[in-house]
């Protein structure tokens, strides 16, 4: 009766930083479109982002689990390839919430277009890339061996490094990591413009 519709999946793959997408990754079913309050940057926020990420990994967990039972034909996780896990990242791809321009787009490269364009919604590439994380620790730590991680596969791996420079491109927007390490000169530059002690009434 069922008809394994995925609405009943109820499950927010990511999210991530990326303010174009943070209501969008409501992936499987949830109608709402509830923007959540950004998380309070206060004391705490650590421990309550932590439980947000076993929860959201749990739920993503549940999430493969479904779309492995629904699967035809039948899948078991233990058969499940990285081939596997792609088919699962581009089914994700119909629920996406992203914009991304093709090259024919005038938009193509626009962060924010000035108008609408019939170009697909997609996945964005840092939820996708969260949701993997979360799955590939999930994978182990329900008892897969690190070497037969299918989250883990090469190929896995460049498909999200593909995505990652396609979108970029299309939405004109860098990912490059923000490098938490400030270049070692600046640091340099500072500290040389704290004055030493000056020896003047050293010697009287
Ligand atoms: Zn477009």
Redesign the pocket.
Known sequence: MDSHSVSHMNSTISENNDNNTAAALMIIGSSSTTTSPPTPSSAGAATSSSSRYENQKRRDWNTFGQYLKNHRPPLSLSRCSGAHVLEFLRYLDQFGKT?V??PI????GHQN?PAP???PLRQAWGSLDALIGRLRAAFEENGGKPEANPFGARAVRLYLREVRDVQSKARGISYEKKKRKRPPQQQQQQQKQIPLLPPASSAS
């Open positions: 914009k321009h093709t787009c005038p938009f193509y277009p364009c019939p170009c």
